[in-house]
């Protein structure tokens, strides 16, 4: 089992910045891709970023430019650094790690921008 624990989120205005973390505890060896989906109200859960485990990237084209997914593997954490943060990027922001072929998911965290 995988155990995922997110911070960082909060009420932030628009045009500001925020970061998110994720660490990963438990049986944590052969996780190979981490990430960040969101979903808002009403809306179906969306992937935003994500880092496999040799530190490729991927994005969403909404966040293309302004977010920045980063894994430090000594911490078993990720990262997400959004800047100019938009209300439409208002949402609860989960974690994710891929490890063989299950999928583990964090709690969720609210990002909410405000115009």
């Known amino acids: 089992q995988v155990q995922l624990v997110e911070s960082g989120g909060g009420l932030v205005q628009a045009g500001g910045s925020l970061r998110l973390s994720c660490a990963a505890s438990?049986?944590?060896?052969?996780?190979?891709?981490m990430g960040w989906y969101r979903q808002a109200p009403g809306k179906q859960r969306d992937l935003v970023a994500i880092?496999?485990?040799?530190?490729?990237?991927n994005y969403a084209d909404s966040v293309k430019g302004r977010f920045t997914i980063s894994r430090d593997n000594a911490k078993n954490t990720v990262y997400l650094q959004m800047n100019s943060l938009k209300p439409e990027d208002t949402a609860v922001y989960y974690c994710?790690?891929?490890?063989?072929?299950?999928?583990?998911w964090g709690q969720g965290t609210q990002v909410t921008v405000s115009s």
């Open positions: 880092v496999t485990s040799d530190g490729s990237t």
């Open positions: 994710y790690a891929l490890r063989g072929w299950a999928y583990y």
């Open positions: 438990g049986i944590i060896f052969n996780i190979s891709r």
